[in-house]
């Protein structure tokens, strides 16, 4: 699942687009208080990477989006509220 594509502030550090530090969707910007989990997925069969974050934000609720290293763009995956 690709997710739909969003514009994130994220701290660059030697790998460029590293930890996501605020993201808009659907108009609204969600500021991350807390990075929750952080995993790597690699598709079986090529060379498509995408590194996933669960994050926290301010206002409580839990996101899920993702960054796809090969076309280089944040996707948003779902939310779950508290």
């Known amino acids: 699942m690709v997710g739909e594509r969003i514009n994130v502030t994220a701290y660059s550090g030697y790998r460029g687009e590293e930890i996501p530090r605020d993201f808009v969707f659907h108009g609204k910007k969600v ?5 929750l989990s952080a995993w790597i997925e690699e598709e079986s069969g090529c060379k498509s990477v995408k590194r996933v974050f669960k994050v926290k934000a301010i206002d409580g609720s839990i996101h899920q989006i993702h960054y ?3 076309r280089k763009e944040w996707y948003y995956e779902g939310e779950r509220r508290r």
């Open 31 to 35: 500021e991350v208080l807390e990075i």
């Open 68 to 70: 796809d290293e090969d």
